[in-house]
């Protein structure tokens, strides 16, 4: 998709907020600092419209990415962030648990993965709880850039195995350096938008 119009609509916390335009929305779920702003930034073609931060824990709301009036991209707070005391912990798990379990216009979860490294207990609890309610995943490995892109197979396997990935989802290895894996990633989007 080209993309020309993104607007942030809304920064949510509970489902009387989220927008009632009905089009498909797409959330990006993974660990602090995992790359989900610049994910979203390469996606919609900015530099640094969805806000990155050396701060983890930054995002702390469901932002709602409005992209060409026809599909919202959600950000979702990152998780495994240990400077975040136990309640907001809570409460983020809470707002984020019910978004993706109740919101209909949901298609599908880009969850987010640092290619260099095996995934956390985090990042499987996440794949097995969006697996668990049935909820369509790709698989999206960042940095793919910092490894040399002969050992990509092998670090696919790795992470794979970790999560005990379902065949009926996808997996792509993407780098916001390079831009690499972009098109795939939207080709995956727009088969959900279709749903």
Do not use: C
């Not at 910092?146 to 005990?164: D, F, P, T, V």
């Amino acid at each position: 998709m080209e993309v020309h119009n993104v607007e942030l609509q809304i920064s949510a916390v509970q489902p009387e907020q989220y927008p009632d335009q009905g089009y498909p929305e797409i959330a990006m779920v993974g660990r602090s600092n995992v790359g989900k702003s610049s994910l979203t930034n390469v996606l919609i073609n900015r530099k640094s419209y969805a806000r990155t931060s050396s701060q983890p824990g930054k995002t702390q709301t469901l932002n709602f990415y409005r992209v060409e009036d026809q599909v919202f991209f959600v950000d979702v707070p990152g998780y495994g962030y240990a400077k975040v005391s136990q309640k907001e912990r809570e409460k983020w798990g809470q707002m984020i648990e019910t978004y993706l379990t109740t919101r209909k216009p949901l298609k599908g979860v880009i969850s987010l993965i640092d290619a260099r490294h095996e995934p956390t207990e985090d990042d499987v609890s996440m794949y097995q709880y969006l697996s668990y309610y049935k909820i369509p995943v790709l698989v999206v490995a960042t940095k793919s850039d910092k490894i040399a892109r002969g050992k990509w197979n092998k670090q696919e396997s790795i992470i794979k195995k970790k999560l005990g990935f379902n065949q009926r989802d996808q997996f792509q290895m993407f780098s916001a350096q390079t831009k690499s894996g972009k098109e795939e990633i939207w080709k995956w989007i727009e088969d959900r938008m279709g749903d």
